[in-house]
């Protein structure tokens, strides 16, 4: 059953995050519904459910649901807008919530206006058929989709989620990429003489596993003399998780440095191109992330120990990390420290 509400007035007051947007923006404010004035789309919309009542009367109660909109249902704008006002509220990352905005942008569009309860299976095969995304994307924009509509069964503005009988096919996961010791030290000793804050800020995450968002987030007084803290605010799964530090990235840390670094995309930008340039590695995606896990995960031999370290399921450790290194290479990687300067 929708939710009844006064005709005109929106769902939701809160203001919605700056980070995750609304619908309501105006590349999405072009289709023909939302140009009309909007005591005149309100009397169209009225008259059109209400010619769609006559017909069920005229056709004996069988005319097809949904095919007229009556003033109470929830539009896919109203919806997408009032779900995602619900996750900034609920303090998601804001990389989350940009990456959500996009993909259901995407979806909305061309339906800005139509019930929510109006979608189809067909219409989301049909969506994501007319796009040229890889299948990854494709399932990953369908998980969202699918998230929006399992909150509006809870809200009561639906009653199942479509999105639940698409079928896509499998994709195969992207091997991760990782730097060898020798290539870590490198790293290392080229950013302590590029700039002892990026030696800092790497000496981080190669040793704790701090994804690149998080160690955007964390600040000097979350390093504390045993472990490095990541509050629950600060991570990406919004648990807290505490790391230990080990010998050598204290070693690491005894060479100075301060953070958080402003301007920290751009500083990493110019550095990954420097380092290209002058020692031909390259920096693959969370290569610091990945490296951690794996040279964790063969030192320590402790699976959940790592996966907590980390902020991930032991599953996924798993399925990515397991014998990705020789033992040599893990206890090489976790005796790197700075070398001796003359």
Known sequence: MTQK?????????????????????????????????????????????????????MLGGNATPGVFRSEDSVTVAEAVNTFLRAKARADRSDRYLCALRVSLQSFARGRFSAAITEIT??????????????????????????????????????????????????????????????????????????????????????????????????AEEDIRAEFVEVTAAKSK?????????????????????????????????WFTAALLKKHSIDWPHNVTRHSFCSYHLEKFRNAGETALQAGHTEDMLFRNYRERVTPDQAKEFWSITPRLTP
Not at 36 to 56: K, M, T
Not at 246 to 264: E, S, T, Y
């Open 5 to 57: 509400r006064q005709a005109g007035k929106p769902i939701d007051d809160p203001p919605s995050s700056p980070v995750a947007g609304t619908l309501s923006d105006s590349n999405l404010q072009n289709s023909a519904a939302s140009a009309l004035a909007p005591d005149l789309a309100r009397e169209l919309l009225q008259a059109l459910a209400r010619v769609g009542e006559i017909a069920s009367q």
């Open 121 to 218: 299976v067909t219409d989301l095969e049909k969506w994501l058929e007319s796009q040229n995304w890889s299948s990854r994307t494709q399932h990953n924009y369908l998980s969202d989709v699918s998230t929006l509509f399992n909150f509006c069964i809870r809200r009561g503005w639906a009653t199942h989620n479509p999105a639940a009988a698409v079928e896509l096919p499998d994709y195969g996961q992207a091997p991760i990429s990782l730097h060898t010791p020798d290539q870590v030290r490198t790293v290392l000793e080229f950013a302590r003489a590029y700039d002892v804050k990026i030696c800092r800020a790497l000496a981080v995450r190669y040793f704790t596993g701090l994804r690149s968002a998080e160690m955007g987030r964390i």
């Open 237 to 269: 799964t919004r648990s807290r998780r505490l790391v230990p530090i080990q010998p050598n990235l204290k070693a690491w840390l005894q060479l100075g440095g301060k953070l958080p670094l402003r301007d920290m995309n751009n500083r990493m930008r």
